[in-house]
């Protein structure tokens, strides 16, 4: 659980952004991006892989996850994404500390080249 020790560490300023979809002229849809919230964030790197192509031997992916803590906020879902800097990540696991909504941690994987 974190402490009030922790508020100091959440240095890293993101930004967690809706998914719009809107119709296009086609009939299609067009996804386009809204600031949700900008917070303060912890950010932890959790884990990493390389996926390789079976018909070539080539690294395909370089996927990492990693962790973001930050104080409680509403209305987070998996379908949001992070934004820090110029890097992106997909939300996939969001869970309140300790139930009593003072920080949530966000576990999200990177979109690394997108």
Known sequence: MP???NIGKLRNKIT???????????GGYTTGRSAHIT???KMTPK????????KTGRQVE???????LIRYRDGITTTMRILFGTRTFDIIKINDENDFKNYITIEAIENVGT
């Open 16 to 26: 967690i952004q809706n998914t719009n979809l809107s119709t296009d002229n086609m």
């Open 3 to 5: 402490s009030i020790s």
């Open 47 to 54: 884990s990493g892989k390389q996926i390789f192509s079976d």
């Open 62 to 68: 370089n996927p990492h996850t990693y962790e973001f």
């Open 39 to 41: 917070a303060f964030a």
